[in-house]
């Protein structure tokens, strides 16, 4: 199993990136993906690893951190079994190294925001904000 995320790069206060996160493996079957818990984690330096969002598979609902809603969007497509994150409005305090992660179930809302709660995770990608 293994996620693969990209996208990252340097970004002047106030604009865009958009990071994507392949998933592969015996455990990511496009079928299964429809149930699957997708997030997203970022990394400050000298931080330790905090929610930036999830989505919760077909029908389920996308959950953002407090300090990302309205400029942040997770989204998916689980045929390609690649997840999103559109980052808009960006600030310098999103500066970190953002994670992908997944769970092959689906979370509940009470848990989803814990790292424990994922079994998978990709490398990390570098968004860097200048102000």
């Known amino acids: 199993v293994q996620l693969q995320a990209s996208g990252g790069g340097l970004v002047q206060a106030g604009g865009s990136l958009r990071l994507s996160c392949a998933a592969s493996g015996r455990a990511f079957s496009s079928y299964g993906m429809t149930s699957y818990t997708m997030g997203w984690f970022r990394q400050a330096p000298g931080k330790e690893r905090e929610f930036v969002a999830a989505h919760r598979g077909s029908g389920g609902t996308a959950v953002y951190a407090d300090s990302v809603k309205g400029r942040f969007t997770i989204t998916r497509d689980n045929a390609k079994k690649t997840v999103h994150l559109q980052m808009n409005s960006l600030k310098y305090e999103d500066t970190a190294v953002y994670y992908c992660?997944?769970?092959?179930?689906?979370?509940?809302?009470?848990?989803?925001?814990?790292?424990?709660?994922?079994?998978?995770w990709g490398q990390g990608t570098l968004v860097t904000v200048s102000s």
């Open positions: 992660a997944a769970v092959t179930r689906r979370l509940i809302l009470s848990t989803l925001r814990s790292p424990a709660e994922y079994d998978y």
